[in-house]
């Protein structure tokens, strides 16, 4: 779901958009981008929406009235784009407070940001088992960006949850995988694989985390320690 300042919803649907008023009635259906689509974020910023397509591997940028404009991130060696890397269906974006599209490179273990014309601006992010790093296969998840810049990320398979500087220095840790100790059990019962499963996460406008954790239907909410930078 992705929520414009005047109040309309725009809700991912498998491989469409879908559009409704602040009262919930649907206002408009678009096109879907082909049966690979996996719409897995959006973002709304001013008059354009972004789409995360996890199956086709692209950001697809429309206007609000749901006319395609570009393409983002595809392989393009001469714009020094190396192309979105996704073994899972977990894709993120997000418009940042400087006006960046930021989207996540899982399988490169990186956050990237783009003009919304496509041009490649930053990378940040890389592959380790070390607290400052992303591991697994695919890794981060999803993140949320708070007001300052910072990043709060969530990683998968070694459940955590970190928060980033602007720039992406590591900057501390919201909750490790001991804060996450049921969901062993509950993949141990199930027969699931934990590696499949990815938190969610938004920030409020205080700084409050809140996390949507899909193996015990909970939101969890953090808030930052008294004393802690």
Same mark, same amino acid.
């Not at 491989?15 to 409704?20: G, S």
């Not at 500087?165 to 900057?171: I, T």
């Given at each position: 779901l992705a929520v414009s300042e005047d109040g309309t919803i725009y809700a991912g649907l498998g491989?469409?958009?879908?559009?409704?008023s602040p009262e919930l009635k649907q206002a408009a259906v678009w096109k879907s981008f082909g049966e690979k689509s996996i719409l897995s974020s959006l973002a709304v910023s001013g008059e354009n929406v972004f789409a995360a397509d996890a199956g086709s591997r692209v950001v697809l940028h429309y206007d609000r009235a749901g006319n395609l404009l570009n393409q983002i991130g595809r392989k393009d060696p001469q714009k020094n784009i190396a192309g979105f890397v996704i073994p899972s269906p977990y894709f993120d974006l997000a418009v940042a407070p400087d006006g960046l599209l930021r989207v996540v490179n899982p399988g490169r273990h990186r956050i990237e940001a783009y003009t919304f014309g496509g041009d490649l601006e930053i990378t940040w992010g890389q592959f380790s088992s070390e607290i400052d790093g992303f591991c697994g296969c695919c890794n981060p998840v999803n993140f949320a960006?708070? +007001?300052d810049g910072s990043y709060i990320t969530c990683e998968k398979g070694l459940t955590r949850i970190k928060i980033y500087?602007?720039?992406?220095?590591? +900057?501390g840790v919201v909750a490790g995988p001991d804060a996450f100790g049921k969901h062993d059990s509950i993949c141990g019962?199930?027969? +699931?694989?934990?590696?499949?499963?990815?938190?969610?996460v938004v920030v409020d406008a205080s700084g409050k985390v809140f996390i949507l954790d899909p193996y015990t239907g909970e939101i969890r909410v953090f808030t930052r320690k008294s004393g802690s930078n």
């Open positions: 491989d469409h958009i879908e559009v409704y960006m708070t +007001a500087d602007g720039q992406g220095n590591f +900057a019962e199930k027969g +699931a694989d934990c590696n499949e499963g990815g938190l969610d």
